[in-house]
């Protein structure tokens, strides 16, 4: 089993911007898409971003304009550049593989990092 490694969650300004990482030391066959979720202290998980093997890539509502995914390969590492950065961005941010390139479904994904925390200040 593959767990991924989240990193570089931080406290910023609204406005500001940081780059969370998903580090995995492999990926196993059955796993195609990487995907970014967040969850706020009383709410659900909820999707942000994934990126598929071939490079498709879906957003959430909420953070469309302003996220971007991207993934280096040969790194095996996931990259969400976050810009224009809001409050209610605030949240612990995991990144999860899955099978669907479509789904933004947090039962979709399994093999769950332990998360980085995002703190937006205004």
């Known amino acids: 089993q593959v767990y991924p490694v989240e990193s570089g969650g931080g406290l910023v300004q609204a406005g500001g911007s940081l780059r969370l990482s998903c580090a995995a030391s492999?990926?196993?066959?059955?796993?195609?898409?990487t995907g970014w979720f967040r969850q706020a202290p009383g709410k659900e998980r909820e999707f942000v971003a994934s990126?598929?093997?071939?490079?498709?890539?879906i957003f959430g509502d909420s953070v469309k304009g302003r996220f971007t995914i991207s993934s280096d390969n040969a790194k095996n590492t996931v990259y969400l550049q976050m810009n224009s950065l809001k409050p209610e961005d605030t949240a612990i941010y995991y990144c999860?593989?899955?099978?669907?390139?479509?789904?933004?479904?947090?039962?979709?994904?399994?093999?769950w990092g332990q998360g980085t925390q995002v703190t937006v200040s205004s």
């Open positions: 999860g593989q899955g099978v669907s390139a479509w789904s933004k479904h947090p039962a979709d994904f399994g093999s």
């Open positions: 492999g990926r196993t066959s059955r796993y195609y898409v």
């Open positions: 990126i598929s093997s071939s490079g498709m890539t």
